[in-house]
């Protein structure tokens, strides 16, 4: 088989998505071992020339925590404005420690964050554009300006935020990549559905010890 190996040039960003104390183990919404992708982004951020990490944020009574909605219970699916929405435990409330990155997630080499989900209507699952599909993040207005082409994706979870960003960053043009040792999932069994759909997408999966600097 042809090497996978990809060599990194200033097109090219990493994108993180949601490592933050709530996805990881002791959180809100754990993924289990979600911390173990910390060393791998770490390692990965040395290696690009544009990086931007996404941040869940949402205020107090946000309507997608089943707190905000009586008689209601965590995944419970509930109609919003924009369609159905799952519902979760309160999570990655602004100003809290669980909407704050991992402690060893090295967020000092990041050249943006994206806040996504502070509109209290409206969840984000996309880095790209929020719930109801039209509103952006602005995410792809930065790639666009740093003259990126092409995007490898890593973070929390598979199955939710880093699926829906993968998604949407081929529709917005990029060529997508999942890096697929520095993602977790919520559980393995449940994230085949979304990597199928990743897969029908286009989007290609890739192993963090593949891609190295061109200089
Ligand atoms: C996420 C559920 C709710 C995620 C965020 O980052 O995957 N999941 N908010
Ligand atoms: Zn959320």
Redesign the pocket.
């Known amino acids: 088989m042809a090497s996978l190996s990809q060599s990194l040039s200033g097109t090219d960003a990493l994108i993180i998505?949601?490592v933050?104390n709530d996805?990881c183990p002791g959180g809100a919404?754990p993924?289990p071992n979600g911390d173990e992708v910390v060393p791998k982004i770490n390692e990965l951020m040395n290696l690009f020339d544009h990086i931007a990490l996404s941040q869940?944020w949402?205020p107090d009574g946000h309507l997608?925590f089943a707190s905000s909605h009586e008689g209601r219970n965590p995944l419970d699916v509930v109609q919003m404005s924009y369609g159905e929405q799952?519902l979760?435990p309160d999570?990655?409330v602004v100003g809290t420690k669980g909407a704050e990155f991992h402690p060893e997630l090295a967020t000092d080499k990041a050249h943006a964050v994206i806040r996504k989900?502070y509109r209290k209507e409206i969840?984000s699952?996309s880095t790209f554009f929020e719930n109801d599909r039209t509103t952006p993040t602005g995410l792809s207005g930065f790639l666009d300006r740093c003259g990126v082409k092409r995007l490898f994706l890593t973070?929390?979870?598979i199955?939710?935020?880093?699926g829906f960003s993968a998604l949407d960053a081929v529709t917005e043009g990029f060529e997508a990549y999942l890096v697929q040792d520095a993602v977790g999932s919520?559980r393995n069994e449940d994230s085949e559905p979304m990597r199928n759909r990743l897969a029908n997408a286009g989007v290609r999966t890739i192993q963090s010890s593949e891609l190295q600097s061109d200089g």
Do not use: K
Not at 159 to 162: A, D, G, I, T
């Open positions: 998505v949601d933050q996805f919404i993924v869940d949402h997608s799952i979760w999570h990655a989900g969840d699952y973070g929390l979870a199955e939710y935020c880093v919520f």
